[in-house]
């Protein structure tokens, strides 16, 4: 039996949509347990590109997959990408996916707060994806949250006129922007309900069934470890947990099921939205990782800001996740540099910083201290084994080891799926 949680560890599109659809073969069900379709996550089959913000990226592989209880889910996004999917000849039917009854559900109030809110004071932005995300998790919190369960039962309409008519007041006397129209969202919901209705299930049950019968199941994680609630750069964090812990409390197992957590890292690393970054690149450098890596974002089509790796972070997010291994993506847009630096600890005010702060603003007068290593002049995204690699690729890959303490299972050196080294299957 093995049962796997995938994490980021950076600040989210690390690659895990590509490194899930890889694993998936080797799984019988695919859950995702936190976020909403804040996410973007890329998977190219022969060729061909996938992008899911909600269904999880084992579907490609014909898995059974799972939408947790821990995600936020807007039912109109859904629907479409399950349509999307179709089109694209992927089964998408309520054989193959399933939502928890307890999963939330995003409204149009929780739209229109995101952006009112973003747009209200341009100083405290946070850079959100303008989803939803945030007021809908504070509804949750609130319990004021509309679940798949509510929008299922009898009382529903009655339940969303009495929580509608205060977001409006917000919306209309706070934000001076327009209220929803709630006769009109509830007819749409009502719609919804219709087309969703097949897929609601309890997935605790599901899982614990498929685990009672020797299945394997991975889970798939969102953003990553540094945009998490708890335990990112908060406040310029998603309103979710986004660590492995959150995996378990997200789908309804308890912690004795988990086997190996794995961490996708990007060979640099990236931000989107506001907030520190202290290996941050504002130079040539910084825009010809942006532009040979493609880093838009896959949501909202933002470009991505970019730096250097980060084994500070790396180090927080081994021993927030318990990672037992990394995945290692996207090494092929570092070819061609003459050098590369990697973060091995940050200085503030002169004084040696080896722990990632919780003081953003101490987080933002960090300078990083940094280990230079030789580059590799190959294009790498041919390589299909260790062996092969450059002897500087894998000397980058050793420090990014040793300065971390954890083990490189898996080498991505290009989007497609076989464009990888799997040094060794987490799943056996
Ligand atoms: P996610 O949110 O973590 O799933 O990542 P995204 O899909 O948002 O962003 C990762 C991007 O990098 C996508 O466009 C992927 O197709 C692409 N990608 C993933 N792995 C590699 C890799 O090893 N090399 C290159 N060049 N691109 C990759
Ligand atoms: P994947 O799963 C990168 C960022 C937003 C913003 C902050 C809060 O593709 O890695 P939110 O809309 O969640 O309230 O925005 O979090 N963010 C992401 N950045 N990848 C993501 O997902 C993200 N999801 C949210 O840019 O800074
Ligand atoms: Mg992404």
Redesign the pocket.
């Known amino acids: 039996m093995a049962n796997i949680v995938i994490v ?1 560890t950076q600040w ?7 490194i899930v659809d890889l694993l998936a073969e080797y799984s019988d069900y695919v859950v995702r347990f936190q976020g909403g379709n804040n ?6 089959v022969n060729g061909e ?1 996938f ?1 899911s913000h909600l269904v999880p ?1 084992g579907i490609i592989q014909g898995k059974t997959c799972l939408i947790g209880n821990g995600m936020v889910v807007d039912p109109e996004v859904l629907i479409n990408e399950i349509d999307y999917l179709t089109e694209k000849d992927v089964d998408v039917t309520s054989l193959r996916l399933k939502v928890s009854e307890k999963a939330h559900l995003i409204m149009p109030y929780h739209k229109a707060l995101d952006k009112a809110r973003e747009d209200s004071n341009k100083k405290k932005q946070i850079g959100t994806t303008g989803r939803g995300i945030g007021p809908c998790y504070e509804d949750k919190a609130a319990r004021r949250g509309i679940r798949f369960m509510d929008l299922l039962d009898s009382g529903f309409e009655e339940n969303l006129q009495g929580v509608a008519e205060e977001k409006n007041f917000y919306l209309k006397h706070f934000y001076k922007s327009d209220p929803v129209d709630i006769d009109e969202m509830i007819d749409q919901y009502r719609n919804f309900r219709e087309r969703l209705a097949p897929y609601v299930s309890d997935i605790s049950v599901l899982i614990d069934n498929a685990l009672r019968e020797d299945k394997k199941v991975l889970f798939e994680g ?1 953003q990553g470890t540094h945009l998490d609630i708890d335990h990112g750069t908060y406040p310029y964090v998603t309103s979710s947990n986004t660590v492995s812990g959150n995996a378990c409390c997200g789908s309804g197992i308890g912690p004795k099921k988990i086997d190996k957590i794995i961490g ?1 890292v990007k060979a640099y690393t990236t931000r989107v939205g506001k907030g520190p970054f202290p290996t941050e690149l504002f130079d040539d450098t910084g825009d010809l990782i942006q532009q040979k ?2 880093e838009f ?2 949501t909202t089509g933002r470009r991505r800001r970019c730096g250097w790796i980060d084994a500070v972070m790396l180090k927080n997010a081994v021993r927030l996740n318990s990672l037992t291994g990394f995945a290692v ?5 570092l070819g061609g540099l003459d050098y590369i630096n990697i973060c091995t600890e940050y200085r503030h005010k002169g004084k040696s910083v080896a722990r990632f702060p919780t003081s953003l603003n101490m987080l933002a007068e960090c300078e990083p201290v940094y280990e230079t290593v030789p580059g590799w002049k190959e294009d790498i ?1 041919g390589v299909r084994s260790y062996q092969e690699l450059p002897e500087n690729t894998r000397n980058f890959l050793a420090r990014i080891e040793a300065l971390t303490e954890t083990p490189v299972e898996i080498i ?4 497609g799926r076989n ?1 990888t080294i799997m040094l060794s299957n987490p799943f056996g």
Do not use: C
């Open positions: 980021g989210g599109d690390e690659g895990k949509g590509k996410a973007g996550h890329t998977m190219v590109q992008v990226s969102a996708i890596g493609a974002g896959a993506t996207k090494l092929d847009v995204s991505s050196v290009g989007p464009e």
